[in-house]
């Protein structure tokens, strides 16, 4: 039977009145089911109060009982439902309903959950934030934090973070925290250039509408001394007079003052102290802050002791402390004419009587010690005597004959005075006296035809050559003396009472077939006359000299082949063989090479070309791993019997090739970490050994391929097996299974892979153990002194009683460190960064004295300041390539790579192409040194082409590495249309 269509209705509201019950009416489509809408009366805000509860109440006079038709599944008395569910169907309201089963009131409980929309967008704790860092700050630096709220819940209160492009915005970067970050480095952070940077942040919720916000960011500069002062010249030259006054100041005169700049922007960093360093500093003094130079006092300046001084000017900021620039300054002494001229020349001259006019008597020679062409140049004066039968050349000295000594007035001795003026002001002079004998006597006769002389180039050292014919028109030829040129150096040695002529050395036809030599002939009469003979000695040649090489030692390359043998492969050489025979004989030049010693049937010289080829003996057996060179003899030899030869070392090196992969060493079944170990902690290492002989091809790089649950890290270099996130962290496991590969860098690249499992040891924990605080990363330049305190470790042990010390130590091998128990890290040797390590990790434990003890680990760092002095190179000497001349633009032909491995600085290079052909066919991007073509390719002619890589480093432009490039290009055929 159908109910009463009238039902009595109770208001059911929240206590805010913001949902109503609407009328309960009949349902037509169900005879015993009456329905009524819940509906808005105002909106809804989450944030104030995220769930409403109410109650409704029905009744015809029948016993009822309700149910939630659409979302509530069982017959509860409670039904629940979210606003967001409700309102698919409308709206604005929500619709229950209430079945008719018998005479009695029903009531039902409606429960309402507020779902919450992106209606608040992100607020900033203030309207401006303001961070100082230091100017230049490395990449990576964290600047400050900003922090917005967003109440909404879920993606509508997901705050991000970005920088708002504009100036500078390129050089920061902010995380999903909010922490503002250096991103690369440079010019933009210059003190010097700006004392701040404005940024403006924005933060955004992740809504399907975002909201945001937007904060100032002010970041200020700090000044740091980081410019050196800068002279304005590189050399500065002044003069000072010597002598002079030493109880007044002496100032030196310089051509342009000396000043030195300093671009840092306060004056603390940028006003500069002067002061003079170097040889002859302490003669001088500078004023400390203007920079003008006098001489000091007491000190008297020699211009003929030294001229000039050159020294360094130093500008040093901070108060004498900071930075230092350097400059030269030359001071030339001026020189005044404080010196007479003195003599050092004979004064006594003899002549024959017959001499005819404008023959040299001798000379007189005079000195001005002053150190200037003005104050030192000599005249020479004839003041008196000769009766003018000489003269005197006023620039030389030099006396000669003025007229016939046998017309009168004619005597046996002249004695003449002579004047020596300087040219300085005013002039000084000296006088000497210079005595002339007049003699007479005829000359030896010499036999020409006794001059030709011929000698073989073998003869021993002191075999007769020939004998001089001479005699004394005078008297007896016996009492003649024969005397060699003083200045010949021809290797002959003439006896000077018999004329006879000996070698003094060894004879060379090929370096010298003749030698042309004076011998004066000298008799006994008074005056002694003399006569000269101009005496020819012919060498003849003989075989007597080796073939010799052009160079010492020769070098050549091969690849090793013991996986591949290459007969007849050429070893290749910088240079080429070659031989020299000085013989002049055709006969005695003819020369023949060959291989001598260990390992010389590995080899054969192309008689033809005289190239060097690899045997058949040796192709298969040349191999890099067993050794890196053959130490050959090679030997010329002419055709002569018994034949002449020389030798030289001929080295072979053997080029490496990657043949060889990755083997781990002595690889670990498990690893074992006790699960109380902090993040960073070295739980063991895994290594692996490439025997190929040369890097890169025996260089390991370790990749973790495999970690489930990101536990731990792989270091990429030297193997070690680190903690990444805590163990306690979940997931957690007993066991975790990493998987390794080792790859070697040559090419084609080898690799290894190893499964190790991580087994991790339960522990009991007490209450106190050390801990370790402050910094664990430290700075050193390197080369410091031994025993230099390079950081120190602080800890903390609450378990210690007052007085109670800890045991520290070293758990790693690091040689060149010592720990003191203090917790000072001091070098025990020098650190050189180029060398060995660039930097230096130690595991430090501390342990108590507690029973039982307890130990505090921690890693620190030991970086080595290092500077960029080191080539790049590229990771070939050779590239080599095809294309085809089809190829389309743009098409890349080889990626060459240049690298440096000694240097922790991080350079950029600047790659470029060079030879015929580069940039018409072929271009090269200079940042990554990608090589590729043009549209141009196709008219290409040459089937090869040959080019030059160079990469320059673009910090330190003199470091260059060099490769080559070979491309060999495949022409298609040229089709002529009619």
Known sequence: MKPDKTASEVDAQFLDGSIVVKRITLDENKADLACGHVILRKSLDREQNNFHKLMLSVTDGVHVRTYHDHWVKDPELFAHATVAEILKSDPRSILTFARDVSPQNASTHIGVFVDDVNDNAPRFETDQYEFTIPEESRAGTVVGQVVAMDVDLGDSGDVSYYIKPGPYSDVFSINKGGA???EREGGSLDREKREYVHLKVIATDQGQLPLKSTVDVIIHLDDINDNVPMFTRP???????????TSIPRPVTVETA??????????????????LRGDGSELFRIHPSDALIEVAHDVVLDAESRQRYRMQVVATDRNDTGMSGFADVIINVNDINDNTPFFKSNSTFTIRQDSPIGRPVGHVTAKDDDVTETNNRIIYLLRSGGFGKFSVDFETGNITVADKLDREPRVGTYRLQIDALDGGLPRRKNTTLVTVDVLTNRRPVVSESSAKMAVDENVPVGTLVGILDAYDPDGESSSLKYVMDGDSKAPFVVNENSGQVFTTSALDYERQTGYAFTIYVIDEGSPQMTSNASVVVSVNDVNDVAPVFLSSRYEGMISEDDGAPNVAQIVYMPINITTVDRDSSPGYRNVHLSLHGQHSDYFYIDSDTDLVRVSSQGAGHIDREDQDHYQLILRAADNDNPALYSEVDYIVHIKDINDNGPVFVAPPDELLVEEDARVGDVIGRIEAK????????NEVLYIMESDPFGKFRLDTKTGEVSILSGLFYQPRQPTYNITVTAIDLGTPRKQAQLTVMVRVLKR????FRPEFLGDTIFHTPEEVPVGTVVGSIKFTDEGLSPGDTVQFRIDSKTPGLYLAQTGDVITTSRLDSDSGPRWYKLRISATDINNPQHKGKTTIGIILQDVNDNPPRFTRYEYRHRVADTFPPDTIVATPFAYDDLDTEQSTYNY??????????????????????TEALNEVEQDTMEFGLMAQDLHQRSLVALARLVIDVTRSEKVTEC
Do not use: C, M, W
Request: glycine content about 10%; charged content about 25%.
């Open 690 to 697: 490439d025997v190929d002989a040369t890097s890169p091809n």
């Open 912 to 933: 470029s192409l060079q030879g015929h052909g580069a940039g018409k066919y072929f271009v090269i991007d200079p940042k990554s040194g990608v090589v590729k073509t």
């Open 235 to 245: 050399v500065y030259h002044g003069s000072v007079d010597e002598g002079g006054d």
């Open 180 to 182: 503002i970050r250096i």
């Open 764 to 767: 009991h924990f007490r209450d």
């Open 258 to 275: 000396i000043k030195a700049n300093d671009a840092d922007a306060t004056p603390y960093n940028r006003d500069v102290i002067y002061s």
